[in-house]
């Protein structure tokens, strides 16, 4: 009878239990789920659509798509469009200047001051004398980027402010890290709450049958088995003695021990989670994530190029010769200039030389995002290898992802091809041949 009435109370705390978990689990899909509070990549945006013909009128939306891209990825970590950063606001250029004088400034800017060109000099003294770097963009590219400002201008709320600062809340592109946090926050509160409403039910239910074994202790109406059984204790002995408890635990532990072997000698070689200290605190997660730094800014070959380049001093210098001058580890790049030397920065994505890889044609010719090989990058504060970079891992990526032939006419035969053999099996890159030896050996 006094064990009836204890299910009301365990019932009440499993109820309590189940309502903790359900509104957890409703709150961090809501969060999961929210399209609103997806980020945005750096550098996903860094191989543009093709740049509009020069000349091209400044509401050409193709012309404007383009600049954009072209704007973020070249121009953004010196110039707003309203606001003066490190260079000057760029909104009315076009009536302060001519884009016969724009494009020759935007190519060499250096040649246009030597050359004794009045605005030219005195844009460059009213800075600072702070030089801008020359930009390798065709004439229809500059001409997209001056048909995107020239869009932007008196657009509030979509520019950085002079310290960098990341991106305004109504920009499509802005992050929303704080928004993650707090649901990430309000997670860890409610498991804290689960784990604490759980152990108070433990511990309440302990009381009550301790309490429930003296009162029937107190009864008189009991006899030597029923004694005998309020006061049996549990003899954990009898667990690690059993048979089958000790083979089942030595069963898992080769099980374990093996596994961890072959682990080992499989990873043999392998840099995956390779993390060193850097010459320079340099943080991925500021520059890229915060600021959204196109990755192609600092990393110019990124899409042109065999390998992506790690930047020069001279990069560092477009910001920081106006921006956290005092910061010591800023005063290091200063130190690297004036001795004339590289910054020795320690290398951490390094494919055997067996291997080859060629980093544009994947980038530029097929469209892979930063993210892809090195993962979040945006959100590291000391960059690690994050993917392990093995022949497996390559071929199935290989083996996975279809290839772009859309407007591509050396491929529409080999298409048909696979077509009429394959039905509706994906076009792949290892259909056309990207897991042959020789692709990468050789």
């Not at 229809?140 to 305004?168: C, F, H, L, M, R």
């Not at 409610?190 to 309440?204: E, G, K, R």
């Not at 429930?212 to 088995?225: A, E, H, N, T, Y």
């Not at 635990?249 to 099980?255: I, K, Q, S």
Request: hydrophobic content about 40%; overall charge neutral.
């Amino acid at each position: 009878m006094d064990s009836i009435r204890l299910r009301p109370l365990s019932r009440l705390f499993l109820v309590l239990s189940l309502w903790i978990v359900s509104v957890g689990s409703s709150f961090a899909q809501g969060t999961a789920a929210d399209p609103s509070k997806a980020g945005v990549a750096p550098g996903a945006t860094a191989a543009a659509a093709p740049a509009a013909a020069a000349g091209a009128p400044t509401g050409d939306a193709a012309a404007i798509a383009a600049g954009d891209a072209l704007f973020k990825g070249n121009c953004a970590q010196c110039h707003a469009v309203n606001e003066v950063v490190v260079g000057p606001a760029l909104a009315g250029i076009t009536k302060r200047r001519p884009m016969s004088w724009i494009i020759p400034w935007v190519k060499n800017s250096s040649k246009l001051v030597a050359s004794g060109d009045e605005y030219a000099v005195k844009i460059f003294n009213q800075y600072q004398k702070q030089q801008m770097p020359s930009f390798q963009l065709s004439d229809a590219e500059i001409t997209s980027i001056i048909a995107y400002t020239t869009s932007q201008e008196g657009v509030k709320g979509k520019e950085p402010s002079n310290d960098n600062s990341p991106k305004a809340e109504g920009d499509p592109t802005a992050t929303s890290g704080g928004d993650a946090a707090d649901g990430g926050k309000a997670m860890n509160i409610l498991l804290i709450v689960l784990v604490v409403v759980l152990i108070v039910l433990v511990v309440t239910l302990v009381i009550i049958a301790n309490i429930m074994k003296d009162v029937l202790r107190g009864r008189k109406d009991l006899d030597g088995r029923d004694m005998e059984v309020i006061d049996q204790r549990f003899d954990f002995s009898k667990i690690y003695k059993s048979t089958a408890v000790r083979g089942i635990v030595g069963t898992v532990f080769v099980l374990a021990v093996l596994y961890e072997t072959i682990q080992g000698a499989m990873g043999v070689g392998l840099q995956q989670g390779y993390q060193p200290t850097q010459p320079i605190a340099f943080s991925h997660k500021l520059h890229a994530g915060e600021h959204q730094i196109n990755c192609a800014y600092c990393h110019t070959s990124v899409y042109k190029s065999k390998s992506a380049n790690i930047p020069s001093p001279n990069i560092c210098m477009n910001c920081h010769s106006q921006i956290k001058t005092e910061s010591p580890e800023i005063k290091k790049i200063y130190r690297a200039i004036e001795r004339k030397q590289p910054i020795q920065w320690v290398r951490i994505h390094n494919l055997p030389d067996l291997a080859y890889f060629n980093h544009s044609q994947h980038t530029q010719v097929g469209g892979i995002e930063c993210q892809t090989c090195h993962g979040p990058i945006q959100n590291m504060e000391v960059v690690y290898q994050y993917s392990p970079l093995t022949m497996g891992w390559c071929i199935n990526c290989h083996r996975e992802t279809p290839l772009n032939t859309k407007g591509n006419g050396y491929y529409d035969n080999l298409v048909k091809l696979h077509d009429s053999e394959n039905g509706a099996v994906p076009f792949t890159v290892s259909s056309n041949g990207g897991t042959e030896c020789s692709k990468c050996h050789y």
